[in-house]
């Protein structure tokens, strides 16, 4: 996401790199690189212009103070720029009335289905809300099988109406539904239909009209880029509606939707998504997008994904255990599993300041774990539970039974062994606070 932006962002600011002082020429020139960069990820030409413009104008404004370089002002003012550029605040969804009513719109493709599921899986655990989904898409095939496939999975109703064709009808029903049995939201999913397609518009207009809905999410393919612009333009002038959704941003995307959308529309973005699973949608923060496309990376979203993960409960009971030296294969095992949940490995590398400019041109496979797995599965539970138990000739046995070699066993369990006196040392504020009195002044 953004990677080949940020990499052009970063040449930009090289020609300031070394200046004593801001000038007109060296601004002129640094700017003229960033447009191009900004048009070679698909943004919006007028939107790239007056972007340039903008940060060329508080540039030459600004003083250079002793302890900040030329370089240092510029990518400051980029990323307040940037962060304005992309809303400026974080675009929360209201919930005004119960049941909330979220109508769900886009071009086919896009990923709504995909997307109610997890707007519905995310209101439920991360909003203690009671959502119900509704099967309004008539006309593809398999959609509401889709979106009840989906609901089992997170545990959440579906209503559908098999033998209607009526889309109008079906939202209306569902939303009495919701009523009648205490659920305070409703996320209506509708068909894919095409700006172009006269009547699949009407027909939207009349849902819109049946069930009033609170928030209505236009959702975007942002591997679309300008196109998905345009087309939020001619839905917007139709539906009118509150923020917009870009999905597959774990992909190969050149991130212009993203940049652009706000400046044509007017309109939030209020949701990304950021892979495949259930888990992977996150709440649009256009400060913590601009640092991560400077290359600054986003501390504050990669501990919230973690505190979504990790229950405190179960922390607390680890933290014991390290204190006494008991963190063994099992507890291990279970760290790998909570990490694996937290999304994508590069993105989550992405998040760390400066560890996704190292990352760019290496492939992180989200199997990264998985000889490690192996390694852990052949143990046997009296092996997990004691490390300290594992001599030659068992650890011969577990490289057999998991299919990688001796090398990778012995790497692992000192790698392991590792980790434990150093958590064994963090627990122990003696120990640290002595540690630190002999770290070099």
């Known amino acids: 996401m953004f990677e080949n932006l940020s990499d052009k962002l970063d040449r930009a600011f090289k020609v300031l790199k070394g200046q004593g002082t801001i000038t007109e020429i060296n601004v002129a020139e640094t700017m003229k690189e960033i447009r191009k960069a900004l048009l070679d990820a ?13 940060v060329r104008q508080k ?3 600004q003083n250079v103070l002793t302890s900040i370089s030329p370089g240092q002002l510029l990518t400051k003012i980029m990323s307040d720029e940037l962060t304005e550029l992309m809303g400026g605040s974080t675009a929360e969804l209201s919930f005004p009335a119960t049941p909330t009513v979220i109508l769900i719109a886009g071009l086919n493709g896009a990923g709504k289905t995909t997307f109610s599921g997890k707007l519905a899986n995310f209101l439920k655990t991360q909003k203690n809300k009671k959502p119900l989904l ?32 009526d889309p109008i009808a079906i939202a209306r029903e569902g939303v009495a539904l919701a009523k009648q049995n205490g ?14 397609d006269e009547a699949m518009m009407v027909e939207i207009e009349q849902v819109k009209a049946a069930v009033q809905p609170h928030e209505i999410l236009f959702v975007v393919d942002s591997m679309t880029g300008q196109d ?20 597959k941003l774990d992909g190969d995307t050149r991130g212009g939707a993203a940049l652009s959308i706000k400046s044509v529309v007017n309109k939030p973005i209020k949701f990304i998504g950021t892979g495949e699973k259930m888990e992977a949608l996150d709440v649009f923060h256009p400060d913590r997008m601009s640092s991560r496309i400077l290359g600054m990376g986003d501390v504050i979203s990669l501990v919230e994904r973690a505190q979504q993960q990790f229950d405190e409960k179960e922390a607390a009971e680890l933290q014991k255990k390290i204190r006494k030296n008991k963190f063994d294969f099992n507890d291990f095992y279970s760290q790998i599993q909570q990490i694996k949940k937290m999304g994508n490995m590069k993105d989550l590398m992405g998040m760390i300041p400066g560890v996704g400019k190292m990352m760019k041109n290496v492939e992180v496979d989200d199997n990264a774990f998985k000889n490690i797995e192996s390694i852990i599965q052949s143990m046997t539970p009296f092996e997990k539970e004691n490390p300290d138990s594992i001599n030659q000739s068992r650890r ?7 299919g990688t070699d001796l090398q990778e066993v012995n790497r692992l369990i000192k790698q392991f ?5 150093v ?16 770290m070099p002044k």
């Open 134 to 165: 509704v099967a309004g898409d008539v006309y593809r095939p398999a959609a509401v099988e889709q979106l009840k496939v989906l609901g089992e999975q997170i545990g959440i109703p579906v209503y559908a109406n098999l033998e209607s064709k």
């Open 423 to 438: 958590m064994k040392q963090m627990s122990n504020p003696a120990a640290m606070a002595n540690m630190m009195r002999r």
């Open 396 to 402: 011969n046995r577990i490289a057999k039974g998991s």
């Open 42 to 54: 698909d943004v919006n030409y007028k939107t790239a212009k007056a972007f340039t413009d903008e």
């Open 59 to 61: 540039a030459m404004g």
């Open 183 to 196: 659920y305070n939201v409703v996320i209506v999913d509708t068909a894919g239909r095409l700006s172009i």
């Open 228 to 247: 998905a612009v345009n087309t939020a333009k001619v839905f917007n002038d139709r539906l009118d509606f509150t923020g917009v959704v870009l999905t």
């Open 417 to 421: 062994e590792d980790m434990r006196k």
